[in-house]
């Protein structure tokens, strides 16, 4: 099965917030963003579409003709617990600094570490690898575009996050 992982455009928060799980709006780059979206998808048809829940993610499926794309819980991003919505560089909590030294591994203060969200996403995949599916799209975030391509066995978990794709591109996964 070939899986095309779609993230987000970007948004409307200033650089350096901690996002993950809150709904926050897209920037108003969207339409120039989302439209190069939509020509790295051209020719592709996919059998089914998924979705995030969050509307940033939801937006960009819509935009590209997927308005009912299949909303799933588990392609959320990472759930940053109390840090959501704050800066970085205001977070005071003293767990953050032991987050920064080994992010692949502990959780956010109140959230999840990127090892709750790999088993979310790949119960997300191991469900969709028994479908009968052939090309499937999935728009959603990068931590979860991440998880997918270790997943898949395209990286490792070691500068896993240096295989991020930018806002709006994609990558892709193929799963058997």
């Known amino acids: 099965m070939q899986i095309t992982m779609i993230r ?40 089914q579409v998924y979705s995030s829940p969050l509307s ?43 987050w920064y030294a080994d992010y692949m591994h502990l959780p956010a203060t109140g959230g999840e570490s990127f090892p709750m969200l790999h ?7 191991d469900e969709l690898r028994q479908q009968p599916f052939r090309q499937v799209a999935v728009f959603a975030h990068g931590g979860v575009i991440v998880s997918a391509g270790i997943y898949a066995g395209l990286f490792g978990e070691e500068n896993a996050f240096s295989h991020s794709v930018p806002y709006g591109g994609i990558l892709e996964v193929e799963v058997f």
């Open 119 to 125: 088993a979310r996403v790949t119960a997300f995949l």
């Open 56 to 98: 940033r993610a939801r937006k960009l499926a819509a935009y590209c003709g997927y308005p009912d794309a299949v909303v799933d819980d588990r392609l959320k991003e990472m759930n940053m617990g109390e840090w959501e919505m704050q800066r970085y560089d205001e977070i005071t909590d003293p767990a953050l600094q032991r």
């Open 8 to 47: 987000h455009t970007s948004v409307a928060v200033p650089k350096g917030t901690c996002y993950g799980w809150s709904d926050v709006a897209v920037a108003d780059t969207f339409e120039e963003e989302a439209a190069h979206t939509l020509s790295l998808l051209e020719g592709k048809v996919f059998d």
